[in-house]
């Protein structure tokens, strides 16, 4: 059992390796935001590029309403992991 919660534990921090990896490719091949309206915002590359791809990822209106939850859900299991390991020795 207590290997099972060692790799939840492991595959918790997935969501932050694919939010700073995205961040990193974002910043050097740029990043461009098309909308169904035909609006499209042009590519950005540098710090914008991750500015406009963070706000495209928490936007309530957008992917924040899965993205949010799975991190709350993330940092809450990591931290109960960790008092709990804490707490054994």
């Given at each position: 059992m207590k290997k099972?919660?060692?790799?939840?534990?492991?595959v918790s921090?997935?969501?932050?390796i694919y939010i700073i990896f995205h961040l990193v490719?974002?910043?050097f091949f740029?990043?461009?935001?098309?909308?169904?309206?035909?609006?499209?915002?042009p590519l950005s590359y540098g710090v914008?590029?991750?500015?406009?791809?963070?706000?495209?990822?928490?936007?309530?209106h957008t992917l924040g309403?899965?993205?949010l939850p799975i991190l709350f859900l993330c940092?809450?299991?990591?931290?109960?992991?960790l008092k709990k390991c804490l707490r054994k020795k």
């Open positions: 099972i919660y060692k790799v939840i534990f492991v921090f997935l969501p932050y490719k974002c910043y740029g990043f461009e935001i098309v909308m169904m309206s035909g609006l499209d915002i914008e590029a991750m500015g406009n791809w963070l706000w495209f990822l928490f936007s309530f309403i899965i993205t940092i809450f299991y990591q931290i109960v992991y």
